[in-house]
């Protein structure tokens, strides 16, 4: 399918992602991701260390190369909600609870077991193994983000973007390639910070980003011209065969 955004929806006369902008991204992923260690009341947790840069080296190559990859979903990206048209009245719950509040809840669980001890410690090997897990999950993501140019942060129909249907890549193994990396993550995460309880805003996190995913199919396949098709060709919403 052709994929390419019509040239009228281009902005030529301002840049697509300010340094201001960019500083303020990095400080506020920073600041969050510092949750983990003022949770844990300590600086020498291995762990927190290791996730925290691989955190930081995947958001942060990750945007340079779709700035220069993909400028106007850069900008889309970065845009607040405020500035997009038609974004789904049950995304503005939903959106922010899987990519911000769930997030730092799992943080905060993940930093206070590790300051109280609630979980006994699992091996270093098998914690390197859901780290491994965890990095392949970010890298589907980034995939998927970088073959969708309309991969927005926000669930809409970009009609001032010319959205289209996205058929290759991580899109034909299932329809929503974005959502299975983010989930192949939160599955993995309990196991690398040896914490049971984590497993709670996990299981909460994979029930919200599951009913996300059925109300963005159905949304698409409903006003999204040539999405059914699409989803007749390929069945799978998140799990090759399952779902």
Do not use: C
């Amino acid at each position: 399918m052709n994929n390419q955004v019509p040239s009228s929806s281009l902005n030529h006369n301002k840049p697509v992602i300010s340094w201001k902008t960019m500083v303020r991204f990095i400080f506020t992923t920073l600041f969050l991701l510092g949750i983990l260690f003022l949770a844990a009341g300590r600086l020498d947790w291995w762990e927190a260390w290791a996730y925290v840069g691989m955190t930081m080296f995947v958001l942060l190559s990750s945007r340079v190369v779709l700035i220069l990859k993909n400028p106007t979903l850069a900008q889309e990206r970065a845009a607040s909600a405020d500035q997009k048209e038609g974004i789904q009245s049950w995304d503005k719950i939903l959106m922010p609870l899987t990519a911000m509040y769930l997030p730092v809840i799992s943080w905060v669980v993940a930093g206070l077991d590790e300051r109280f001890g609630w979980t006994p410690d699992i091996a270093n090997s098998i914690q390197i193994i859901a780290l491994g897990v965890i990095i392949i999950g970010s890298s589907i993501g980034t995939w998927a983000m970088l073959t969708n140019q309309f991969f927005s942060s926000h669930v809409r129909i970009q009609n001032d973007r010319g959205h289209q249907v996205v058929d290759t890549g991580p899109y034909r193994i299932v329809r929503h390639p974005g959502y299975a990396g983010g989930l192949l993550s939160w599955i993995a995460a309990p196991v690398f910070f040896s914490s049971y309880w984590l497993m709670i805003p996990t299981i909460l996190a994979i029930i919200a980003s599951a009913l996300r995913t059925k109300l963005e199919d159905d949304m698409l396949q409903k006003e999204l011209p040539g999405y059914k098709e699409y989803a007749e060709r390929i069945p799978s919403r998140l799990v090759p065969g399952i779902w």
